[in-house]
């Protein structure tokens, strides 16, 4: 019956959840992320299915403690549905539990980060919306901000809307004492950051003339 359950998942396949959940009332209770890796949750937001993921998260309680379930890479399915841009089901999951705008994934990683690196600005933006501090957040190890990330990834135009929208310092460094500017020097960036005045102010900044 599990399998079922995850096929209709990957299929987006609303029936069929409703007739397995309908037959075993239990089983959505007695899935765990160490027999299969992941939940049905986390496949149907990956795959993008919205009517699914609405229907898995109306069924109290079970579907508001799957959305808070971290698969065997700790993310959750709200880290899914922002890196692949699905902002409605971003929002569903937000609704369910904005808290897990600040889960960490297995490299630190929490959904505002992923939808940065990946471009995802109107999820960004209502990420943003319901958690400024995850956006603060720094990641793992490497202490790069979500602004270094977005200058690692070329993701200008969140690196925008970040600015406008957070408290995060252009001058913040990360493990290895680099600046964002630093990594727009190392890849050649530097004049898309200085075309656009509404992000940097590159005359008054002491470490870009360093790096230069």
């Known amino acids: 019956m599990a399998k079922m359950l995850y096929k209709a998942a990957a299929e987006g396949n609303v029936q069929a959840l409703r007739r397995i959940t309908g037959e075993d009332g239990t089983i959505l209770d007695r899935i765990t992320v160490e027999e299969f890796g992941e939940?049905?949750?986390?496949?149907?937001?990956?795959?993008?299915?919205?009517?699914?993921?609405k229907e898995i998260l109306d069924l109290k309680p079970q579907g508001l403690r799957l959305a808070s379930e971290l698969d065997s890479r700790r993310r959750s399915p709200l880290h899914l549905a922002s890196a692949k841009g699905y902002l409605e089901i971003v929002k569903l999951l937000i609704s369910?539990?904005?808290?897990?705008?600040k889960a960490q994934d297995r490299d630190g990683r929490n959904p505002l980060h992923l939808a940065a690196i990946k471009g995802r600005v109107r999820v960004l933006e209502e990420l943003v919306g319901a958690s400024r501090?995850?956006?603060?957040?720094?990641?793992?190890?490497?202490?790069?901000?979500?602004?270094?990330?977005?200058?690692?990834?070329?993701?200008?135009?969140a690196l925008k809307l970040l600015m406008e929208k957070t408290a995060n310092d252009v001058n913040s460094k990360d493990a290895d004492g680099n600046t964002i500017l630093h990594l727009a020097v190392s890849d050649k960036q530097v004049e898309v950051l200085y075309s656009n005045s509404t992000l940097?102010?590159?005359?008054?900044?002491?470490?870009?003339?360093l790096v230069l």
């Open 39 to 53: 939940t049905p949750l986390h496949v149907a937001a990956m795959c993008g299915h919205f009517d699914f993921v």
């Open 96 to 101: 369910a539990n904005p808290e897990m705008c």
């Open 133 to 157: 501090e995850a956006a603060e957040d720094r990641v793992g190890p490497s202490g790069e901000t979500i602004l270094h990330l977005c200058v690692k990834h070329s993701q200008f135009e």
């Open 200 to 209: 940097l102010d590159l005359h008054s900044n002491e470490n870009f003339k």
